[in-house]
């Protein structure tokens, strides 16, 4: 793997493990399917899919950071509707 690549790769992997400290099934569960999706794809060496296998993470990032906002804004929602009766 290139080293932008390599360095890319990492900080997307890091990312992802702090996100997943909020994960609803628990961080335990999301590290080890994170941990699993990485290694499945540790021989990958052609740039353009470490790109493409890049993108589709951070497409997940977002996935995950709009998954959190959701379910805040929920708390907070029904902690204002509680407070309002």
């Known amino acids: 793997m290139a080293n932008p690549l390599r360095s890319e790769v990492i900080k ?4 992802l493990l702090h996100l997943g400290r909020e994960y609803p099934k628990g961080a335990d569960y999301f590290n ?3 941990k699993a ?3 499945k794809n540790k021989d990958v060496t052609d ?4 790109k493409e296998l890049i993108a589709r993470g951070q497409f997940v990032m977002k996935e995950l ?5 959701l379910r805040k ?3 907070m929602k029904q ?7």
Request: proline share 3%; net charge positive.
């Open 37 to 39: 999706a990485f290694m």
């Open 79 to 85: 902690r204002y509707e509680d407070n309002k009766k």
């Open 47 to 50: 740039p353009e899919k470490i």
């Open 12 to 15: 997307l992997y890091k990312n």
């Open 73 to 75: 804004y929920r708390a």
């Open 32 to 34: 080890d399917h994170l």
């Open 65 to 69: 950071e709009a998954l959190y906002y």
